[in-house]
């Protein structure tokens, strides 16, 4: 697939295309650009990251639901639900939570994190780092409780970790001057306030018939904290972000998300 530009003219609004933009380069579900759609960086298509969120969910939660239908533990279900998540995404953010472990962890110098950053092989940091979120989601979403709060949970805060992508790529420049983050371009202020607005309205939609509007503001709010921490640190060690770092916001927005959930009022 050629390498998108990452210009974009102002902020003409076309769903089909954005929506495409946004599946591919972030699940692997079976959508194809069109010719149109390769002028166009990742950035032009931040305003369907929600909804990119929401096809991720749909199918973490039908796993889930399956799993709780077929009589399995919570917990297993909820390995289930996560396992068919990454198969979704194709562990894109996985890889980017291990990778950006490894690089912040393992180096001193900005050089060094950025090259072992680009390093396929998983180290000893990045494997802990996803044990450990692994883990952590899989006892939040185990703890949610019924079958319908635990699919309304995985869809929400799917939705959400992805929305809290399009406020990182416009507030942090690309660490690199080349590789995917410079590529996708940083999208305007419109676009990245579109987006929001768009997740938090998918967001509180999907959590309405279980939640009331305090949790769900709660809920979006872990989110954003979860989303800060990989977005501070990159700031601070990398000057910058990342499509590993993009990841690792990802999916420490969807574990603040899922632990402020299930946490009692």
């Given amino acids: 697939m050629p390498e998108p530009t990452p210009g974009e003219p102002g902020r003409p609004w076309n769903w089909l295309g954005e929506a495409r933009i946004a599946l591919v380069f972030l699940t692997v579900l079976p959508v194809r650009l069109r010719a149109p759609d390769l002028r166009f960086g990742l950035s032009h298509g ?14 973490a939660a039908a796993a889930f639901v399956v799993a709780d239908l077929c009589g399995l533990a919570p917990t297993i279900a909820a390995l289930v639900a996560i396992a068919a998540g990454a198969l979704a995404t ?3 953010h996985e890889d980017g939570l291990a990778d950006t472990a490894d690089g912040m962890a393992g180096a001193r110098s900005r050089e060094r994190r950025l090259e072992i950053m680009r390093d396929s092989r998983i180290g000893a940091h990045g494997a802990l780092a996803l044990l450990l979120a692994t883990g952590l989601r899989a006892a939040a ?3 949610t409780g019924v079958a319908l709060d635990t699919a309304c949970a995985l869809v929400a805060a799917a939705i959400a970790s992805r929305t809290a992508i ?8 690309p660490a690199r001057p080349d590789g995917l983050s410079h590529a996708a371009g940083r ?3 419109g676009r990245t306030a579109d987006a929001v607005a768009i997740g938090v ?6 959590l309405a018939p279980v939640a009331d509007p305090a949790r769900i503001i709660l809920a979006m709010a872990g989110a954003a904290a979860g989303a800060c921490l990989p977005a501070l640190l990159a700031r601070r060690r990398l000057g910058g972000q990342t ?5 690792a916001v990802q999916q420490c927005a969807e574990i603040g998300f899922l632990l402020v959930f ?3 009022p």
């Fill in 46 to 59: 931040v305003r369907a990251f929600p909804v990119a969120g929401l096809a991720a969910g749909a199918i």
């Fill in 187 to 189: 999208p305007d202020r």
């Fill in 141 to 143: 979403i185990a703890a």
């Fill in 201 to 206: 309205l998918l967001c509180a939609l999907a």
């Fill in 166 to 173: 399009a406020p990182v790529m416009y507030l942090l420049p």
């Fill in 90 to 92: 194709g562990g894109l």
């Fill in 243 to 247: 499509g590993d770092v993009l990841g």
């Fill in 262 to 264: 299930i946490a009692d």
